[in-house]
């Protein structure tokens, strides 16, 4: 074969591109390759056998290097929609945007009270007469020396204080070291014995022993005068009429104490409690009150004004309305 025929078939044209990769790496191989292609065509075999070497140790680095090239590229395109998609995952503005709508929520509704119904009134100034049944019957004008007079707050409080200070008994007791029984003899020697100094086993410091300003037996009573008495007492009707809480019990008529009876009475009455039934030598009317836990009942004379005060609705028979307008 010439030289012409070598050059145009493919394996030569192989072989002659890896004999100048070898060449450019090795710069002393150059200047023998290049005599090569001259030498006569019946040793040009053996080239082509050394050719075909070196194209099969070409080709495979030459095959595995783009080989690597591309698997790189393959790689990185397979982590690039990781990152991608791990990018929209890492923001999260929408997330963060979202709580301060959740805390601008608007406050929940505050639960509706239930509005007691309204505890029943009469006329300012007068006494509403009221039958069994709970209905009106008629109203009476209330004496203006015990029913208009304005309130004063001292004088109130004086009062309310006094009467509270006149229940206490006064009988709480102590004993003195001197009325405590026992010997007054030295109990040791002043000196020697390496204890404190003690005298009489009555000393207050000893168990048994007497008390250092206990109390002893006294009166509370606080005087006030009988006119700011009966004067602290109108101020209280007074509030109660002002405010239409008097009533007046018509035809409250018990042969025998019955709470049943006075107790449907009250509740037809509708009025506002706690509530001071006042009679007048009706001490049937009276035990029968006394086991209502809403209710207190009085005598006209003995009326208090921490009782009116501490009720809110004044319920009279009608003698003690004319025992009690009439004074």
Do not use: W
Not at 98 to 113: D, M, Q
């Amino acid at each position: 074969m010439s030289a012409d025929e070598i050059k145009k078939t493919p394996d030569a044209e192989a072989a002659a591109e890896p004999e100048k990769t070898v060449a450019a790496a090795g710069k002393a191989e150059t200047t023998e390759h290049k005599p090569a292609a001259k030498k006569p065509a019946a040793k040009k075999a053996a080239p082509a056998k050394a050719a075909k070497a070196a194209d099969e140790k070409a080709t495979k680095p030459a095959a595995k290097k783009p080989a690597a090239k591309k698997a790189a590229p393959a790689k990185a395109e397979k982590a690039a929609p990781k990152k991608a998609a791990a990018k929209p995952a890492a923001k999260k503005p929408a997330a963060k945007k979202a709580a301060p709508v959740k805390a601008k929520r608007p406050p929940k509704p505050e639960p509706v009270a239930k509005t007691a119904a309204e505890a029943r009134k009469g006329a300012a100034g007068v006494a509403t007469f009221v039958d069994a049944a709970g209905k009106e019957v008629e109203t009476r004008k209330l004496t203006d020396a015990r029913f208009t007079v304005a309130a004063d707050v001292n004088t109130l409080h004086l009062v309310v204080r006094a009467e509270q200070a006149a229940r206490r008994s006064g009988t709480a007791s102590t004993k003195t070291r001197g009325m405590v029984s026992g010997s007054t003899a030295k109990l040791y020697r002043q000196k020697g014995t390496g204890r404190a100094r003690a005298g009489s086993v009555k000393s207050p410091i000893r168990t048994g022993g007497g008390v250092v300003f206990g109390p002893h037996p006294r009166s509370f009573d606080i005087k006030i005068n009988k006119k700011v008495i009966r004067k602290a007492l109108s101020m209280a009707l007074s509030d109660r009429a002002a405010n239409g809480r008097v009533f007046v019990a018509s035809g409250l008529e018990l042969a025998e104490p019955s709470t049943r009876t006075v107790e449907e009475f009250l509740v037809n009455l509708d009025c506002a409690a706690p509530v001071l039934v006042v009679t007048h030598d009706e001490p049937v009317v009276a035990r029968s009150v006394r086991n209502l836990p809403y209710a207190e009942a009085t005598e006209v004379a003995a009326l208090s004004t921490e009782q009116v005060l501490r009720a809110r609705s004044l319920v009279l028979t009608e003698k003690a309305f004319a025992a009690l307008n009439e004074a």
